[in-house]
């Protein structure tokens, strides 16, 4: 697709006609009215990346249209950006043309913010870095005020810590969040707060135990956790369970249970299948599952997991994909209904749009 144009005055119309394809995608399945939660037109993206380009001792950032590939498009600044990030664009740049250790063969820089105020900027060469490299970067980490990581081919080079850390308030408690470099954190921040917000008030009253698949950084997990008895969470990715790891105990939450596995490895252990190593100590019989909260990729649920879910009372349900939701509610719709729907404008002026269902059992016939 072309790039996309940031124009806040085209902001409430894009928005609407997204929200109307979704309806629309989800009528034959009996969708209450959702609730929408729009972004901030501008200043909404935690996370930004670019192409530097050099040209007459210059660089400059760069994005690239799928229509016409090789010519760079030049960017001034970036408006989706939020505010650290803004402010450290032209800085850094600065910075870069000054210095010739930080510019050679630079090709691309990464941005990581939080609502909080921190800033995270990755460098990324077609060169091995030294010592001298690291003098520089140093300079600039404290110019900028952010953490620096160099990265080249079999080379990574952290000056301080490769990680921030998120903090924001949530129905009367403050959160925190470690977001490790080059892992999966969500992009939009004010719309992340209004998701966690709007699923807490789906599983108010659940009661019993949550299981959670697909639970990343445990960026829902620490959200729910107080409104269940115990949760059991599950992650495949290695840097994102030490994430959540790190968040369950900087959060004080002593009622979840981490494991790294597949939601297709934990659909076997519950449906009795083989035991695994990794659940060992778990006792999944001591648990009283009333809620099944999954995130899933955008290919959804594999057949597995949507067997495991109809099993459920209730299934809080958030996607990236409306079309895969789709074809997911519509598998669970012989035992589930849609009891409520939200969409959360996640990337504003794209097609792209996160939404959310809660299913609850269907009454016995």
Same mark, same amino acid.
């Given at each position: 697709?072309?790039?996309?144009?940031?124009?806040?005055?085209?902001?409430?119309?894009?928005?609407?006609?997204?929200?109307a394809r979704f309806k629309a995608d989800f009528a034959p399945l009996g969708l209450p009215e959702p609730e929408v939660f729009s972004s901030p037109p501008l200043h909404y993206r935690m996370r930004a990346e670019f192409r530097l380009w050099h040209h007459g001792g210059r660089v400059d950032?760069?994005?690239?249209?799928?229509?016409?590939?090789?010519?760079?498009?030049?960017?001034?600044?970036?408006?989706?950006?939020?505010?650290?990030?803004?402010?450290?664009?032209?800085?850094?740049?600065?910075?870069?043309?000054?210095?010739?250790?930080?510019?050679?063969?630079?090709?691309?820089?990464?941005?990581?913010?939080?609502?909080?105020?921190?800033?995270?900027?990755?460098?990324?060469?077609?060169?091995?870095? =030294?010592?001298?490299?690291?003098?520089?970067?140093?300079?600039?980490?404290?110019?900028?005020?952010?953490?620096?990581?160099?990265?080249?081919?079999?080379?990574?080079?952290?000056?301080?810590?490769?990680?921030?850390?998120?903090?924001?308030?949530?129905?009367?408690?403050?959160?925190?969040?470690?977001?490790?470099? =080059?892992?999966?954190?969500?992009?939009?921040?004010?719309?992340?707060?209004?998701?966690?917000?709007?699923?807490?008030?789906?599983?108010?009253?659940? =009661? =019993?135990?949550?299981?959670?698949?697909?639970?990343?950084?445990?960026?829902?997990?620490?959200?729910?956790?107080?409104?269940?008895?115990?949760?059991?969470?599950?992650?495949?990715?290695?840097?994102?369970?030490?994430?959540?790891?790190?968040?369950?105990?900087?959060?004080?939450?002593?009622?979840?249970?981490?494991?790294?596995?597949?939601?297709?490895?934990?659909?076997?252990?519950?449906?009795?299948?083989?035991?695994?190593?990794?659940?060992?100590?778990?006792?999944?019989?001591?648990?009283?599952?009333?809620?099944?909260?999954?995130?899933?990729?955008?290919?959804?649920?594999?057949?597995?997991?949507?067997?495991?879910?109809?099993?459920?009372?209730?299934?809080?349900?958030?996607?990236?994909?409306?079309?895969?939701?789709?074809?997911?509610?519509?598998?669970?719709?012989?035992?589930?209904?849609?009891?409520?729907?939200?969409?959360?404008?996640?990337?504003?002026?794209?097609?792209?749009?996160?939404?959310?269902?809660?299913?609850?059992?269907?009454?016995?016939?």
């Amino acid at each position: 697709m072309p790039l996309p144009i940031f124009d806040p005055a085209h902001y409430d119309a894009q928005l609407a006609d997204k929200l109307a394809r979704f309806k629309a995608d989800f009528a034959p399945l009996g969708l209450p009215e959702p609730e929408v939660f729009s972004s901030p037109p501008l200043h909404y993206r935690m996370r930004a990346e670019f192409r530097l380009w050099h040209h007459g001792g210059r660089v400059d950032y760069a994005m690239f249209d799928a229509d016409n590939p090789k010519q760079p498009i030049l960017l001034d600044d970036f408006p989706p950006a939020a505010e650290p990030i803004a402010r450290a664009m032209p800085r850094l740049r600065e910075a870069l043309i000054a210095s010739e250790e930080l510019k050679r063969r630079i090709f691309q820089v990464e941005f990581l913010a939080t609502l909080s105020g921190e800033l995270m900027v990755s460098l990324v060469y077609h060169r091995k870095l =030294g010592p001298e490299w690291e003098t520089a970067a140093r300079e600039l980490a404290a110019a900028l005020g952010a953490q620096i990581i160099g990265r080249s081919r079999g080379q990574k080079i952290v000056l301080e810590r490769d990680w921030l850390l998120e903090e924001f308030e949530l129905d009367g408690r403050r959160l925190r969040y470690q977001q490790v470099e =080059g892992s999966f954190t969500q992009p939009n921040g004010e719309v992340n707060r209004k998701m966690l917000g709007w699923a807490r008030a789906q599983a108010a009253d659940a =009661g =019993g135990d949550l299981l959670e698949l697909y639970c990343g950084n445990g960026n829902f997990t620490i959200a729910l956790a107080p409104l269940f008895g115990r949760v059991l969470a599950t992650e495949l990715s290695k840097s994102s369970v030490r994430a959540a790891l790190y968040n369950i105990e900087a959060n004080g939450a002593d009622n979840i249970t981490m494991v790294r596995m597949a939601s297709e490895e934990l659909s076997d252990a519950m449906a009795g299948g083989r035991e695994y190593r990794r659940m060992a100590g778990v006792d999944l019989a001591g648990y009283r599952f009333s809620t099944l909260f999954v995130d899933p990729p955008r290919s959804g649920l594999d057949p597995a997991t949507v067997a495991l879910a109809a099993g459920f009372e209730r299934i809080l349900y958030i996607s990236c994909n409306p079309l895969t939701l789709r074809d997911n509610a519509q598998a669970l719709a012989a035992t589930h209904r849609i009891a409520a729907a939200a969409v959360f404008d996640q990337f504003p002026y794209t097609h792209h749009l996160e939404c959310g269902l809660l299913l609850t059992r269907r009454a016995a016939a």
